[in-house]
């Protein structure tokens, strides 16, 4: 089974940056054809789709993010990077990498076949 792992996760100011990358353990996994997308998890909340990319569909955001984060490939890495800048109190949580083999994307959690552990994010005010 192939394990996705993120990284780049951490504690930033409000209206600062931060750069998370998502990785496969091994190679049956292509970030560069496969659908893969953030979720995030808060205390207390649901787990919510924040961006996605795939072939057929290509980029979509949750509004709140729109503007400020930016999903994308990197072939030579074989990973999928999320931009955040300006980032608000509101977006802390927990970031979760999600992978299905399809050339399609999704806004649904249970259409992700491939998670990573998480990583955190904390937003200082």
């Known amino acids: 089974q192939v394990q996705l792992v993120e990284s780049g996760g951490g504690l930033v100011q409000a209206g600062g940056s931060l750069r998370l990358s998502c990785t496969a353990s091994?190679?049956?996994?292509?970030?560069?054809?496969?659908?893969v997308a953030w979720f995030r998890q808060a205390p207390g909340k649901e787990r919510e789709f924040v961006a996605g990319?795939?072939?057929?569909?290509?980029?979509y955001y949750l509004d709140s993010v729109k503007g400020r984060f930016t999903i994308s490939r990197d072939s030579a890495k074989n990973a999928v990077d999320l931009q955040m800048n300006s980032l608000k109190p509101e977006d802390a949580a927990v970031y979760y990498c999600?992978?299905?083999?399809?050339?399609?994307?999704?806004?649904?959690?249970?259409?992700?076949?491939?998670w990573g552990q998480g990583t955190q994010v904390t937003v200082s005010s």
């Open positions: 990319i795939a072939t057929w569909t290509g980029t």
């Open positions: 091994d190679s049956t996994f292509s970030f560069s054809n496969d659908a």
């Open positions: 999600a992978g299905r083999k399809s050339n399609y994307g999704s806004r649904l959690r249970a259409q992700y076949e491939y």
